[in-house]
């Protein structure tokens, strides 16, 4: 087979358009195409009234040979590489070997938990939350009544923080095996729809990826894998093994029991404060990350639809649009969109009493009125916020709090229209876009819980993305505050062995060691560690 990339056709175009185009682009006959698979279906609106359909497409041809030494140098005619997964390695026969632990529940933990069960390792898995239907029920009595569990909401529990977001399966993470791949097929095994194979940009949304979660823990269950839920790991049993490095031997339940293991998974989320504050007290080598701070900006879908695809708007084909915005300010920082979700809402997405953060959420539809995304600015430890490992905590809890503060103090958040914004005046009311968030949005004035660099930033890059997207600057788009977690503040470092630089045995992985960003790069994370730890465990064995 030859994988074909960039094959364009416009929208509408009829299904025989399709051979014609391949025939054309390898300067073959009809009677030499024998067939094609449809592998990935983009598109191209950079001329919105003339948008095209981008296709990657594996082609069966005669003479394959042939046509592969007639493109030798076009590096969209390849052979078609092989997706297939294939592990590393297998629990040998009469292991008795220590079971592996995976901390977190997450795109992470899940895909490590996974791939060990099907490798026969039979992991345990563990996490502070609870099983997704009744976090679910928790997450929405924030979103309600304004009340907040700390161990179940939108951080903590089945499925992580994935599970309440746009549910985007795409990433920038180099991928030579196709890890992703499998990502992408475990998830229609466990219902997710045939489409995320295919699509450019795939995405899921919360409603199935609740299912899906649980389908897949039905499947590490019935391997023999176990979890444990509502159960937070508050230390770790160590032993000095030279040189200043210690081995793992086990963990320290919240209930002061104990699991002895000599391998840990460590998957936990960006915001699993408390375990990073346990690691650094455990001297676990890790270090401060940069991350971004600012807020989510709120249009009508409508709006961003005739910006993006003219008068194409609204085409089956092209769904919802999304935007990709930077912008370099003369003062040294960046502002740029992120995590942007068409068609969806923006929710409250705190894990800590007193604080009150916001993120983006879509259903698979993306039918909901209004777009949102992250406006972020990026920023970095020694520049912003010194102090060692664990100060870009302090630096998130700090305007989170005074976010809480500026909504009301009840969890309802800060928001101000971008009209206001730019004349530098408090918000007293709202315009014509009707914010998402709920439980609840306080006209204010944002300057009072977003660093003064941020502010200045957001005003120089706003007009300057209204010319890119028309309507972006509209003086009725709401802006509502704070977005903190857009990543990890730490990297709890670990070498080639995918394990700590000093705690042998322990491997940090997916977006609370700053290894990942997204459900998929994530996933392909906790692939990659799974193996690394299974491959330790069989040569411990041998």
């Not at 916020?385 to 103090?409: K, M, N, T, V």
Request: aromatic letters at 8%; charged letters at 20%.
């Amino acid at each position: 087979m030859i994988r074909l990339s960039g094959l364009k056709l416009p929208l509408d175009h009829p299904a025989e358009a399709m051979p014609a185009a391949i025939c054309a682009r390898l300067n073959i006959q009809p009677q030499e195409l024998r067939g094609h698979n449809l592998v990935r279906r983009g598109n191209d609106a950079r001329r919105r009234n003339a948008i095209q359909l981008v296709y990657t497409l594996d082609i069966d041809v005669e003479n394959e040979a042939a046509v592969l030494a007639r493109f030798a140098n076009d590096h969209d005619v390849r052979p078609t590489p092989d997706t297939r997964y294939h592990f590393v390695a297998h629990r040998p026969d009469g292991w008795s070997g220590k079971r592996p632990v995976v901390i977190g529940a997450g795109p992470c933990g899940l895909f490590a938990g996974l791939i060990l069960a099907q490798m026969g390792f039979r992991p345990i898995i563990l996490d502070r939350g609870k099983v997704v239907r009744e976090r679910t029920k928790d997450t929405w009595g924030l979103w309600r009544r304004g009340e907040l569990d700390p161990d179940s909401n939108v951080q903590f529990g089945e499925g992580g923080a994935g599970t309440f977001s746009d549910g985007k399966l795409y990433c920038r993470v180099k991928d030579p095996r196709f890890l992703g791949r499998k990502v992408l097929e475990e998830f229609v095994a466990a219902g997710a729809p045939d489409d995320i194979l295919w699509e450019a940009h795939p995405h899921i949304g919360t409603f199935r990826l609740v299912s899906m979660v649980e389908s897949m823990r039905r499947q590490i269950e019935g391997l023999g894998g176990e979890y444990r839920w509502q159960t937070r790991v508050d230390d770790l049993l160590l032993e000095p093994d030279g040189d200043g490095a210690q081995k793992l031997r086990g963990l320290v339940l919240h209930d002061g029991s104990a699991i002895e293991t000599d391998h840990v998974v460590l998957a936990v989320g960006h915001s699993a404060r408390p375990t990073f504050e346990m690691l650094h007290r455990q001297r676990v080598h890790m270090e401060a990350k940069p991350f971004s701070i600012g807020v989510r900006i709120e249009h009508p879908q409508s709006w961003i639809d005739r910006a993006r695809y003219g008068q194409c708007a609204g085409h089956p084909d092209l769904g919802a649009a999304a935007y990709s915005l930077a912008h370099h300010c003369g003062n040294g920082r960046t502002v740029y969109s992120f995590c942007m979700c068409p068609g969806g809402r923006v929710v409250a997405a705190t894990s800590e009493e007193g604080r009150v953060v916001t993120n983006g959420m879509s259903q698979y539809s993306r039918a909901e009125f209004n777009a949102n995304s992250g406006l972020v600015v990026g920023i970095d430890p020694q520049r912003d916020y010194p102090g060692g490992p664990l100060a870009g905590i302090d630096f998130q809890r700090h305007w989170e709090s005074q976010a809480f503060l500026a909504g009301g103090s009840s969890y309802w958040a800060p928001g101000q229209t971008v009209g206001d914004f730019l004349a530098g005046r408090p918000s007293t009311s709202l315009g014509s876009v009707e914010p998402s968030y709920k439980p609840g949005v306080t006209p204010t004035d944002l300057a009072s819980c977003l660093p003064p660099f941020v502010i200045d930033a957001f005003r120089e890059a706003l007009p300057v993305f209204g010319r890119q997207l028309a309507g972006y600057d509209h003086g009725d788009a709401v802006m509502t505050g704070v977005e903190t977690r857009t990543s990890s503040p730490v990297r709890i470092t670990r070498g080639k062995d995918f394990q700590s630089l000093n705690v042998a045995g322990l491997y940090p992985a997916g977006e609370g060691a700053g290894y990942a960003g997204g459900i998929l790069s994530a996933a392909i994370d906790g692939i990659k560690v799974a193996e690394a730890a299974a491959l330790a465990m069989v040569r411990a064995a041998q």
